[in-house]
């Protein structure tokens, strides 16, 4: 079955640390990518997305993410990370022909 | 702008009633889907409504209904609610039919809980 695959369900870091989130899709042909943040009491917002063009994506509150389509992959970067990023983090893909796909999420600590 | 309401924040149900949630999309957008999170199955797709017609559906059972109104205001019904169907239930609006090239807006939620 086609699917998103989130590498880490949980991930606990300490403030500066570098984050990198893993998200890999099983989806053949043109994709666009996503993702989504889940700060603790708000609403799902959208950090990123990835339609075409560079495959490296500038998001808000310094996040990246490098689609690397011989990999089926769209990695969540973070260089430091803050408190203020704990959040539960979702990676979504949707093909052109079919409706948005979720992973499973990876829920970020990060201390202080 | 007024972001996605959704309402009832909160419902407690029994198993076999039937239940009924509401969105309001931000205004100008057309388009509502609705999600179902759980922490088993993380965050799955009902349906898209767009102009009032249902665009997409995803691999949940006939128990599980929509609807769009002319303003774009968007319902899912539940029936013969089942334990399983606690859930968080996101409704999230666009601005345009189909969610490849637009982003989607998310409202709180609605925690529905069957005892």
């Known amino acids: 079955a086609q699917s998103v695959s989130q590498h880490n369900h949980h991930v606990i870091l300490s403030e500066a640390a570098s984050l990198e989130l893993g998200c890999n899709y099983s989806y053949g042909g043109t994709v666009n990518l996503f993702w989504y943040v889940q700060y603790p009491g708000q609403h799902l917002q959208l950090l990123l997305k990835y339609f075409s063009g560079d495959p490296l994506v500038k998001g808000i509150k310094g996040f990246e993410a490098e689609f690397i389509k011989s990999k089926f992959s769209f990695n969540l970067r973070k260089p430091s990370v803050q408190w203020s990023d704990t959040a539960e983090y979702f990676c979504?893909?949707?093909?052109?022909?079919?409706?948005?796909?979720f992973g499973a999420g990876t829920q970020v600590v990060v201390t202080p | 702008k007024a972001g996605v309401t959704q309402t009832p924040r909160y419902l407690i149900k029994t198993r076999g009633q039937q239940v009924t949630l509401s969105c309001s999309p931000i205004s100008g957008h057309r388009s509502v889907s609705w999600y179902q999170q759980t922490p088993g199955q993380g965050l799955q797709f009902l349906f898209e409504?767009?102009?009032?017609?249902?665009?997409n559906k995803g691999n949940f059972p006939g128990r599980f209904s929509g609807r769009q109104f002319s303003n774009s205001r968007s319902e899912m019904n539940v029936s013969t609610l089942e334990l399983g169907d606690s859930a968080l239930y996101l409704c999230a609006s666009s601005l345009a039919e189909g969610s490849s090239y637009n982003e989607q807006f998310f409202g709180p939620g609605t925690r529905l809980t069957v005892l």
């Open positions: 979504a893909v949707i093909p052109s022909w079919g409706k948005l796909q």
């Open positions: 409504y767009f102009s009032e017609t249902q665009r």
